[in-house]
């Protein structure tokens, strides 16, 4: 947390406000952000989640941009002035983010190339999994304000919806400069708190797929999106001896390939299956 913090005091671009909200932590990060006096602190007593903590520091900011930065990762000091710089040169730029290096258990590794980056329309780009890593994005608070904020019962993949509601809508421009350093591998992550993420991106596919603005092509590579992540799901349950939640995956794949032979529109059925796959996600 301290050189998170120390990484953004230390950007060449000055004009701008820290906001942390501190989701009931029970370590020494109250002391340690007391001693940032150009911090605006948030605390709760109670854990909320990372969904409610974002939106609560959303909902206090007052610039014009919008950025965030996880407590395990760091911000090269001009990240901010390069972003700011785009988005004044660029003011129909909604949105954009940068490229990161990698840390993983303190070792540098490269991505894989399925985490490969895209400019412009990435809406297909971001279906398979999250490619925009929240500590690298800039916003318009405008922008933010319009999509909506993070998704409060989402306990993962919070960002993948969010990047879906955003780029379903908005181009988003990306910077081909290592900006960040995003860190992982440490056993409090959420990717390893829950095993197969690919449940929660089901429940925000399944939300993005019943808005009216998604265009014909968008609804398809959705579905198609639906149908690859629930076939996969369902034979990870059956190989693990969970046959109700394979028949909730199999029944949900089956669906969505009825609707698009069809080309069918109604998506009022998948309800009940976006509920019962969120419910799994979070107990299993």
């Known amino acids: 947390?301290?050189?998170t913090l120390q990484s953004v005091l230390d950007q060449t671009f000055k004009n701008f406000e820290v906001i942390v909200v501190d989701d009931g932590s029970t370590?020494?990060?109250?002391?340690?952000?007391?001693?940032?006096?150009?911090?605006?602190?948030?605390?709760?007593?109670?854990?909320r989640g990372v969904s409610a903590a974002r939106?609560?520091?959303?909902?206090?900011?007052?610039?014009?941009?919008?950025?965030?930065?996880d407590s395990d990762d760091r911000w090269a000091e001009t990240k901010l002035q390069v972003q700011v710089d785009w988005m004044r040169e660029h003011p129909e730029c909604p949105a954009c983010y940068t490229d990161e290096n990698w840390i993983r258990n303190g070792v540098r590794v490269n991505p894989k190339n399925k985490h490969r980056k895209y400019s412009g329309d990435i809406f297909r780009h971001c279906l398979p999994l999250c490619i925009i890593s929240p500590s690298s994005i800039m916003m318009r608070a405008s922008t933010l304000e319009a999509i909506g904020g993070f998704d409060?019962?989402?306990?993962?993949?919070e960002d993948y919806d969010l990047w879906l509601r955003l780029s379903s809508c908005y181009p988003v421009d990306f910077i081909a400069e290592k900006l960040i350093i995003k860190t992982g591998g440490h056993a409090?992550?959420?990717s390893h708190k829950y095993r197969g993420m690919d449940r929660f991106r089901v429940y925000a596919l399944g939300k993005i797929l019943k808005q009216d603005a998604l265009s014909a092509q968008q609804r398809v590579w959705v579905v198609e999106a639906l149908i690859e992540k629930c076939s996969i799901l369902h034979m990870?349950?059956?190989?693990?001896?969970?046959?109700?939640?394979?028949?909730?995956?199999?029944?949900?794949?089956e669906q969505f390939r009825r609707m698009l032979d069809r080309k069918e529109n109604e998506t009022s059925g998948t309800?009940?299956?976006?509920?019962?796959?969120?419910?799994?996600a979070l107990e299993d």
């Open 1 to 3: 947390m301290e050189t």
């Open 27 to 47: 370590d020494e990060t109250s002391t340690l952000l007391d001693r940032f006096a150009e911090v605006r602190v948030h605390r709760w007593e109670d854990n």
């Open 236 to 253: 990870g349950y059956s190989n693990r001896g969970k046959p109700e939640e394979a028949r909730i995956y199999e029944q949900a794949a």
């Open 188 to 190: 409090d992550q959420l």
């Open 152 to 157: 409060i019962d989402l306990a993962a993949c």
């Open 55 to 69: 939106n609560q520091g959303i909902q206090m900011a007052r610039g014009e941009w919008i950025c965030f930065l």
């Open 271 to 280: 309800q009940s299956f976006e509920k019962e796959m969120l419910l799994h």
